[in-house]
């Protein structure tokens, strides 16, 4: 019984989802504030990058796996775009 319940925290993706939220406000934050943020954004979208991949790969339903692949893609242009600002 504790070998089900520590795969099952395992396949839990819910303290990703919050970080992602969190990385996800701050970047959002900062893309109102002034000044040189490139860096600063590059390093949010790296860390939100790393939340998607876990996310990805703890899931095992096809409608995440989907919509990971969608966030990749988003985020994939937004580090386009700040590569185009730094």
Do not use: W, Y
């Amino acid at each position: 019984l504790q070998e089900v319940a520590l795969q099952l925290n395992r396949a839990s993706i819910n303290e990703e989802m919050v970080r992602l939220e969190a990385h996800l406000k701050a970047f959002l934050k900062g893309c109102k504030e002034k000044g040189a943020l490139g860096k600063r954004l590059d390093f949010l979208a790296q860390e939100m990058n790393r939340e998607i991949n876990t996310i990805g790969s703890k899931s095992v339903l096809v409608p995440i796996s989907q919509e990971v692949v969608t966030m990749k893609e988003a985020l994939e242009n937004i580090r386009e775009q700040l590569r185009n600002i730094e």
